[in-house]
């Protein structure tokens, strides 16, 4: 299993930002997805962003799409969340979250569903707390 380390968290005010960061330690086999999944208190975990091993292809959730922008430093082995225009919504807990590449996955759906149920690792959590 990979070490993943979130940082970066925090509280913030509606319209806010904040930035997450996750370090990670050396990643057996062929350089992996990873992303960022979230769960509030009472609900399901969701899937948020995610980026593609090289980082040409990114996936947001609907909610999140036009604030958030995901990115990687493979160099650095850190992935960056970038959370813009926060709203009380956005308050959730914050996992990071690896899965190894697949030939299968032909939509954002796919995409998403891989990272939440592959044998991948997911980082202790971060909280985020958006106060209105």
């Known amino acids: 299993q990979v070490q993943l380390v979130e940082s970066g968290g925090g509280s913030v005010q509606a319209g806010g930002s904040l930035k997450l960061s996750c370090s990670y330690s050396e990643y057996p086999g062929t350089r992996p997805y990873m992303g960022w999944f979230r769960q509030a208190p009472g609900k399901q975990r969701e899937g948020v962003a995610i980026i593609s091993p090289g980082g040409l292809n990114t996936y947001y959730a609907d909610s999140v799409k036009g604030r958030f922008t995901i990115s990687r430093d493979n160099a650095k082995k850190t992935l960056y969340l970038q959370m813009n225009s926060l709203n009380p919504e956005d308050t959730a807990m914050y996992y990071c979250?690896?899965?190894?590449?697949?030939?299968?996955?032909?939509?954002?759906?796919?995409?998403?569903?891989?990272?939440?149920?592959?044998?991948?690792?997911w980082g202790q959590g971060i909280q985020v707390t958006v106060s209105s």
């Open positions: 979250v690896t899965a190894p590449e697949s030939p299968y996955l032909y939509s954002d759906y796919d995409v998403f569903n891989h990272l939440r149920t592959s044998s991948g690792s």
